[in-house]
Every structure is written in C-alpha cells, then in structure tokens.
C-alpha cells in the first residue's frame, strides 16, 4: 500500500499494490494492520480506526451525491470505486482547523484502484464521471440520519470546480444543501 499526502494533510490517497498478469488483477483492498502501520509513510497511515459499516452504491452519470456529513455519530470514511469513475470531494468543516473550508477533489476510478481517507469533521461527495459507477465506502461509525447534514454542492465560498456537462442530477436533500456559512459545523 503507497500512502499519497494531500494539500489537506488529513486527508490521504491510498493506493493499493496491485499484482496482475494475463489472467486479470488481485489486490488487497483493506487489512487493518497495514492500515494503522507504525505512522504516515509509504506502507500505513498510522491511523488508528475501527470500520463498522460497509455501503455501496451504483450511480448514474452526472450524479452528484453529497456533500453529506454526520454532526454527530460523526463518520470517518475510506471510500473507492470499483466500476466506473467519480469526481471525489472532501471539504475541511473543521472551524479550528487551519485548513478549514478547503477541499481536495480527485479522480476514483475502478482503473486507479485509488482509495480516499476522509476522518470525521469533512463533507463528502462525489459526481460519477463514467456512464455508471460503483462507489463503496466503510465507515467508522454507523448511518444516523437524524444527525445528516449536507452542504450545498456549488456553495461559492467552497468553490468546487466540478466537472459539469449541463446541471448534475441530486436528489432532493442534495438540492437543499446548506451554504458553509450557514451550516452546523464542527468545533
């Protein structure tokens, strides 16, 4: 496994080691001790988490899911895509952190076989950038909807450059984001 800091030192790009030939691939996509392995450095992330939720999706393009968070039962998320590929979102909502209200955007894609940490206390989402995609996600704590917020996903003080052909297809909790500037945010 190959650790790849961000701009947002919190969030980490995780690519796994994958072994493949003329019969296809394999690759592990998670073992808990090389997970948490000794600290930040090409073979672990230090992190010490428990994943009690495992979810998966499949989305059509130009849906855009999120930006979802939990205010409390907060979710700490190790997110890929197994078939297609999506424009992935990570926003700092973290008013303590000297990072907050920046985002890292990147590409997941079942080709990349990349993996995104995202810890408690970011927004996430993501846009399917392929004719479908499927999303997984294992989280460390379970669904809440009652604790569910989401944050608008063109909110111009965020100011994702999503990768829009046309409007993206949300559904209606995603439609009524609220603006960073509004929303109820981590400490």
């Known amino acids: 496994m190959k650790v790849i800091p961000t701009a947002i030192p919190d969030l980490l790009i995780i690519e796994p080691k994958v072994f493949g030939d003329d019969r296809g691939f394999f690759y592990e996509s998670y073992n808990q001790k090389t997970f948490e392995h000794v600290t930040l450095s090409p073979c672990g992330t230090g ?7 495992d979810n998966h999706s499949l989305s059509v393009k130009n849906v855009l899911r999120g930006l979802h968070y939990q ?3 907060p979710q700490g998320k190790l997110v890929r895509v197994i078939q297609g590929a999506v424009f992935d979102v990570a926003v700092d909502i973290r008013r303590s952190s000297p990072t907050f209200g920046q985002h890292v955007a990147l590409e997941l894609s ?3 076989k990349r993996m995104l940490w995202v810890p408690t206390g970011f927004a996430h989402g993501f846009m399917v950038i392929s004719e479908t995609a499927e999303f997984l996600y294992k989280t460390t704590n379970y669904y809440a909807p009652e604790f569910e917020r989401c944050l608008a996903w063109n909110d111009p003080d965020i100011a994702i450059q999503w ?3 046309g409007e993206p297809m949300l559904s209606a909790k995603d439609r009524d984001g609220q603006r960073l500037a509004q929303a109820e945010l981590f400490a």
């Open 47 to 53: 992190l010490d988490v428990q994943f009690v939720q």
């Open 110 to 112: 079942a080709e990349n």
């Open 163 to 165: 990768p829009l052909n």
């Open 71 to 73: 205010i409390q039962q």
